[in-house]
């Protein structure tokens, strides 16, 4: 198997295709961000809303995603839709 490399391009837009779709599952459910946020152990809206849009090198980690999906009561990997469009020519 050969060594994969990704940009840091590529990761950003990986981060940023997930934050996109926790933030429209979130509306989707009609759930705010501070009610996200408190639910998933956090006292204000900042890291929700910074890794939503991927601003200032925020992301939702595995644990977050976790306790965000059991709390939307959707599955972990909704949160990935989308990473095919992302595939690069990298070999897996």
């Known amino acids: 198997m050969n060594n994969l490399e990704l940009s840091k391009q590529d990761l950003a837009a990986f981060h940023k ?10 509306n989707e459910k009609g759930v705010s961000q501070l009610h996200l946020a408190n639910i998933i152990g956090h006292d204000s809206v900042a890291h929700i809303a910074k890794a939503e849009l991927n601003k200032y090198g925020k992301r939702f980690n595995l644990e977050h995603l976790y306790k965000i ?12 839709d989308g990473e095919n469009e992302l595939k690069t020519d990298n070999p897996s």
Do not use: C, H, P, Y
């Open 69 to 80: 999906s059991l709390a939307l009561d959707v599955s972990i990997k909704d949160f990935f």
């Open 17 to 26: 295709m997930i934050g996109q779709n926790v933030k429209r599952i979130r």
